[in-house]
Structures are given as C-alpha cells and as structure tokens.
C-alpha cells in the first residue's frame, strides 16, 4: 500500500485508519532517542496492526497539514507527503513523533477531525520544559555549572539548542584537531548535549 485510498463515511471497522503523525523522522532522522522509539514503534505497529485498523503514516509541516506517507518511508530518500487525509468516525490520530513545534498550526483541523468521530492521542516524552523551565535556560544553565565545578566563565559557553544530522559520533582521527584547536585533552572535558521541544 503506497498511499491510502480516498475514504467515504459509509466505510466498515475494518477500514479504521490509525493515523500515526511521523512529521519529525520523515524530514531527517536524526537518530535521537525520541526518534529510535517512533522508528520501533512505527515498526512494530506496521508488522502487527491492531485488529480493525490499517497504518497510515502522516506527516505535516507548519505550513502544510498532514497528508499520508508511503508506508515504507524510513527506507526512500523522498519522504514528502502527498494525499490529502480523508477521516471518517473510528480513525486514530497518534501523535507518536516530536510534533510540537508542528501541531500548534493545526489545532483547528485537528478539531473538525474531532469533531468527525476521530480519536485524538499524542505521546508526551517528557513535561520537564513545563514543569522546570529555568532547567532548560541555557545562560542560567552556564552560572549553574560555572558555580557548581568553579570553572572559569571564559571556559563555559552557553549553546543555543539546533541539534541536525551533522552531530553523529566522530573518529579519534577526526577528532584530534577539533581537540588540539581547543586545547583539550581526550577524556578531560565535560560535554552537555540535550533537546528542547517547542
């Protein structure tokens, strides 16, 4: 199944789409923790659907609402998607990828698909950013680690969050000069690398 047919409302049970947002990993994977659980669990849901119900990966972007994937996407370099969504009463939409900088601009579609009989859930990964959000400041963060170690201040520098494929694990041989240009010796620095949702 490349893409799912138009619907109609006089569809069976067993037509019942679960809709599974993958707007994050169909532009990049990037390999993050988040991403390894949507890959399995897209995976696993693809091998074994659950009774009454076919797969349809969807993805969005700000400026685009969600349209279906082919639903071997995380094997073809194109990962656009295509078909406009066609609901009816009985559908799923999972919010399984990191979608929140996406779904904001779609919350009154996401209703009227509500409102059609479409069930809504989303996965939160995690509510620290809400619940603790000086812990995701990045100059308080610079003091905090500053104070705790007492490092210098002109050895600590705040980096703003914008993780992309670029960062992956590197050789020894390409990291001797990075280190070197830095004055750095192997094992004797401390790196924070995290993610932030918005």
Not at 54 to 83: D, E, N, W
Not at 96 to 125: C, E, N, T
């Amino acid at each position: 199944m490349a893409n799912s047919p138009k619907r109609s409302d006089s569809l069976s049970n067993t037509d019942r789409q679960l809709l599974i947002d993958v707007s994050a990993i169909a532009q990049a994977d990037a390999g993050t923790g988040i991403q390894r659980v949507v890959r399995n669990l897209y995976q696993a849901l693809l091998a074994a659907p659950p009774e009454g119900y076919r797969i349809c990966p969807v993805a969005a972007t700000r400026k685009q609402f969600y349209a279906y994937l082919p639903t071997g996407f995380l094997q073809q370099p194109a990962r656009s998607a295509s078909a406009p969504i066609q609901v009816c009463a009985g559908d799923i939409f999972l919010g399984l990828d990191l979608s929140a900088h996406i779904v904001p601009h779609h919350m009154p579609a996401l209703f009227r698909w509500k409102q059609q009989g479409v069930r809504m859930s989303f996965v939160i990964y995690d509510l620290l950013p809400v619940l603790e959000p000086a812990w995701f400041n990045p100059k308080a963060t610079r003091q905090e680690v500053i104070a705790y170690f007492g490092w210098p201040s002109e050895r600590v520098t705040a980096i703003h969050l914008g993780v992309s494929p670029m960062f992956a694990p590197r050789t020894s041989t390409e990291l001797t000069p990075a280190l070197r240009r830095y004055g750095l010796n192997p094992g004797a620095y401390t790196l924070c690398v995290s993610s932030s949702a918005r």
